[in-house]
């Protein structure tokens, strides 16, 4: 998952309680351990706890090797915003450092170079927009435990 400006803001705000990335990482995977997700459409997903709503978009990403990725990172100076999602792990670094750490295998791969943001992970990479208060609909599903949400006015 990567965070766009003000979802960090909304994160450190209502969940965190601190502005230190470290920390808002940290609070949005105990928020996705808790959560049920919500599919609302093919490009909209919505992760819920029953008082909180985390509004996600999802980011078209490439299926690649580690020695590809690695390929793909190589020479990239400064530091990116990188997140290796099977593992929970956020640092602010180099690419190229940051790969050196992960293990074999293929990988969902997104890399923004004018945000200087990387994602590695098995599942497709979530942008998340803002957290917000759960809506009624969200709330009762968080509770029945149903994952996917039809449009108003649909039976």
């Not at 949005?28 to 919500?38: G, M, V």
């Not at 390929?71 to 099977?86: K, M």
């Amino acid at each position: 998952m990567l965070l766009t400006r003000h979802a960090k803001e909304r994160l450190a705000k209502r969940l965190a309680k601190r502005r230190k990335l470290e920390r808002i990482y940290s609070e949005l995977w105990a928020f996705l351990d808790r959560s049920r997700r919500i599919d609302v459409n093919e490009k909209v997903v919505i992760f819920t706890d029953g008082r909180k709503s985390l509004v996600c978009a999802r980011l078209e990403c490439e299926r690649l090797s580690l020695e590809e990725i690695r390929e793909r990172v190589s020479g990239i100076s400064g530091a990116y915003e990188c997140v290796f999602f099977d593992g929970r792990m956020f640092r602010h670094a180099r690419p190229e450092k940051f790969v050196q750490s992960l293990s074999e295998g293929e990988y969902c791969f997104y890399l923004n170079r004018e945000k200087r943001s990387l994602y590695i992970g098995s599942e497709e990479p979530l942008l998340v927009i803002t957290v917000r208060p759960a809506r009624g609909v969200e709330r009762d599903q968080a509770s029945t435990g149903t994952t996917s949400m039809s449009p108003k006015g649909s039976s």
